[in-house]
């Protein structure tokens, strides 16, 4: 199912294109230079040696790594433009293309409000099965994402049991994050018993996967091992920056942009360093901070713009997007 293309200079439907083809060109060549001349911190020793091998200038004792630009703009044009999320039910499925909008509840809900008792407390297990429910029954909502954790299984396979939880209460395609790439292996694997086999998996991804790199400029080991096995298995990866400006990124939205875009393009390197064509998505939740709390702000005018250029930045490298609401 392919959804309408609201960000297309149409004759219909609503557009906001608050970046110039100039001022992304000046986004871009920026973040070269942030990734040449700063570099990120990689904390995983294979992924330094991937680096290494592919010729990145690699600082093992401080684990800087510095992209030439050759490097990240291959990688760009080597991840694919379309990408399938396959639902359970094959009516469910979505095509993630240039313009085409599509909608998902957002994660991760720290607390909830008992249905039956009204007690606010933590989740537990079968609350994310039943926001699962509820978000099959929604026509407007196209994708299940991890809308509370499961704090009454044990942590260390914490992913294991949300996928469950998810996969076993909606037809529609489903998103978490695996944690670890030890994890990210088992989830492939249980995703591959419910569709048939991991052949079949690969044709039919009813389960994609998401990681977050730790601004400013930090792809730490479970980030970076979590990059390499989606590539390895062929899997759907979401490389989600959080940046906030003001306070792990510049306070100038140009600025925390670059921060953005160097942390998300340097996990895309990764992954097509690993696997030329592996299926990724330029992801944010960049937001900037507010300065009286010290908490990120949402629902906010500085969140609307931040996502509406991250999602014009997507669309200029040609790759599909994830961006929080505004």
Do not use: W
Request: hydrophobic residues 40%; proline residues 5%; charged residues 20%.
């Amino acid at each position: 199912m392919r959804n309408f293309h609201p960000g297309k200079l149409r004759r219909q439907g609503l557009s906001l294109n608050s970046l110039t083809d100039d001022e992304l060109f000046d986004l871009h060549l920026a973040t070269l230079e942030v990734l040449e001349k700063t570099g990120l911190f990689i904390e995983a020793d294979e992924a330094l040696d991937i680096f290494d091998g592919a010729g990145a200038d690699v600082d093992r004792s401080h684990k800087i790594v510095k992209l030439p630009p050759y490097l990240v703009e291959d990688a760009i044009r080597s991840a694919p433009s379309k990408i399938l999320l396959a639902g359970r039910n094959p009516d469910r499925d979505k095509v993630l293309e240039a313009g085409r909008v599509h909608f998902t509840n957002f994660s991760e809900g720290v607390e909830v409000i008992d249905p039956h008792s009204g007690e606010r407390r933590v989740p537990i297990k079968s609350d994310l099965a039943d926001a699962a429910k509820l978000v099959d029954y929604l026509d407007d909502i196209d994708v299940c994402e991890k809308a509370v954790g499961s704090s009454d299984v044990p942590q260390s396979v914490i992913s294991l049991h949300n996928a469950e939880a998810m996969l076993a209460n909606t037809t529609k395609h489903c998103c978490v994050g695996p944690g670890s790439g030890y994890l990210l292996k088992k989830l492939v694997a249980m995703a591959g018993t419910i569709v048939g086999g991991i052949k079949k998996l690969k044709d039919r991804p009813i389960l994609s996967f998401t990681t977050c790199p730790v601004s400013p400029l930090q792809l730490i080991r479970e980030c970076c091992e979590i990059i390499m096995e989606s590539a390895r298995t062929g899997s759907v990866i979401n490389i989600l920056s959080m940046a906030m400006a003001g306070g792990t990124s510049p306070v100038t939205l140009a600025g925390t942009l670059v921060t953005h875009n160097a942390e998300v393009l340097g996990g895309i390197t990764l992954n097509q360093l690993v696997r030329k064509g592996a299926p990724v998505i330029y992801g944010s939740s960049t937001t900037a901070m507010d300065l009286k709390i010290g908490a990120a702000s949402v629902g906010t005018p500085e969140c609307a713009i931040i996502s509406g250029a991250v999602a014009r930045l997507a669309r200029y490298y040609a790759l599909p997007s994830y961006v929080a609401g505004g």
